[in-house]
């Protein structure tokens, strides 16, 4: 399910600070924008939710940047690999099969 925050920035098509340009609050019954304090119009929910699927997609891959992230494995252990067996080894040994593992959208 997408969240507020990843729809606000497709709507503003850029990113956010959500500690001072929009404060989004979750009060228990799901999350609404409680300051709008950026020069755009504010959304309406209907502009909103046109945003879903692609805000599912922006949270499906940052789930994804995650998860390679956390098995990539050190930059000085990568610069080694390539030194020792070249980037396209380094690419199909090391980088695809992470990024086979975890796609993105």
């Given at each position: 399910m997408s969240n507020l925050p990843n729809k606000i920035r497709l709507y503003l098509d850029?990113?956010?600070?959500?500690?001072?340009?929009?404060i989004?609050?979750?009060d228990g019954?799901?999350?609404?924008?409680?300051?709008?304090?950026?020069s755009e119009t504010k959304p309406t929910d209907a502009q909103l939710n046109a945003l879903s699927s692609q805000?599912?997609?922006l949270e499906n891959n940052a789930i994804?940047?995650?998860?390679?992230?956390?098995?990539?494995?050190?930059?000085?252990?990568?610069l080694d690999y390539i030194y020792h067996n070249g980037i396209s080894k380094w690419k199909t040994d090391h980088i695809k099969p992470?990024?086979?593992k975890y796609p993105k959208e």
């Open positions: 850029r990113e956010v600070d959500f500690r001072k340009d929009v989004v609050q979750d019954q799901g999350q609404y924008i409680k300051e709008w304090n950026v805000a599912t997609v994804a940047d995650a998860n390679r992230k956390a098995e990539f494995k050190s930059v000085e252990f990568q992470i990024k086979d």
